[in-house]
């Protein structure tokens, strides 16, 4: 569990490929519903090996990629990645924590986690520090995955339990919430929690 929360060494080398494997269906569901505008800066918590971070920048023109990851060896890989696969963006990743986000206030029009939230030790202040740097109307994303079948890694169902949680976080810092659900299999589907700060994008 520790190397799924943090990977390194040749371990976690292995992690990652899993992660990328095992999370590629949830990756293209999150990142098909983010809608970031033309020339949007956009932040990942916890990217990874940076596979959604590629795929939203290969499919949208954006102005800035960056994320934040608290694992030295996924911050080298997720660099290498998108060093060449990210268009005309610029890049920025950091090593650092959900709770504490190196950026400055109101920077991101999108800021969104894929299958991290449920491994931050402090929730509610990772959450505050992302909805912190959201600019006005822009959107925090939760992407959360639910076994529908008992399986190797958690009790069917604790997706679900997650994310109804997690929405009633988002909606306590003052964000409009709605939820959507996508079903991959039988034994697999992605939640997705959306959370909109409230006022408008200067232009």
Same mark, same amino acid.
């Given at each position: 569990?520790?190397?799924?929360?943090?990977?390194?060494?040749?371990?976690?080398?292995?992690?990652?490929w899993?992660?990328e494997?095992?999370?590629?269906?949830?990756?293209r569901?999150?990142?098909?519903?983010?809608?970031p505008?033309?020339g949007?800066?956009? @932040?990942?918590?916890?990217? &990874?090996?940076? +596979?959604?971070?590629? !795929? =939203? #920048? $290969?499919? %949208?023109? @954006?102005?800035?990629?960056? &994320?934040?990851d +608290?694992?030295e060896l !996924? =911050? #080298? $890989?997720? %660099?290498?990645r998108?060093?060449?696969?990210?268009?005309?963006a610029a890049?920025?990743?950091r090593?650092?924590?959900?709770g504490?986000?190196?950026?400055p206030?109101?920077?991101?029009d999108?800021?969104?986690?894929?299958?991290?939230?449920?491994?931050w030790?402090?929730?509610?202040r990772?959450?505050?520090?992302?909805?912190?740097?959201?600019?006005?109307g822009?959107?925090?994303?939760?992407?959360?995955?639910?076994?529908?079948?008992?399986?190797?890694f958690?009790?069917?169902g604790?997706?679900?339990e997650?994310?109804?949680?997690a929405?009633?976080?988002l909606?306590?810092?003052?964000?409009?919430?709605?939820?959507?659900?996508?079903?991959?299999?039988?034994?697999?589907?992605?939640l997705?929690?959306?959370?909109?700060?409230?006022?408008?994008?200067?232009a």
């Amino acid at each position: 569990m520790h190397q799924a929360g943090k990977p390194r060494g040749p371990i976690g080398v292995v992690m990652g490929w899993m992660m990328e494997a095992l999370n590629g269906a949830q990756n293209r569901a999150t990142v098909d519903a983010l809608d970031p505008p033309p020339g949007a800066a956009v @932040l990942e918590v916890g990217f &990874g090996p940076g +596979h959604a971070l590629e !795929m =939203l #920048a $290969r499919s %949208r023109p @954006l102005g800035l990629v960056a &994320g934040v990851d +608290h694992s030295e060896l !996924m =911050l #080298a $890989r997720a %660099r290498r990645r998108l060093n060449g696969g990210r268009g005309d963006a610029a890049l920025d990743l950091r090593l650092g924590d959900a709770g504490d986000l190196p950026f400055p206030d109101e920077r991101f029009d999108v800021v969104y986690a894929v299958n991290s939230f449920h491994l931050w030790p402090e929730k509610d202040r990772a959450l505050a520090e992302m909805t912190g740097v959201l600019k006005p109307g822009g959107d925090l994303m939760l992407s959360i995955r639910d076994f529908r079948a008992e399986g190797r890694f958690e009790p069917a169902g604790r997706g679900a339990e997650t994310a109804r949680t997690a929405a009633e976080m988002l909606k306590d810092l003052g964000l409009q919430v709605r939820q959507r659900e996508i079903v991959h299999s039988p034994a697999r589907a992605t939640l997705l929690v959306r959370g909109r700060k409230c006022g408008r994008v200067e232009a």
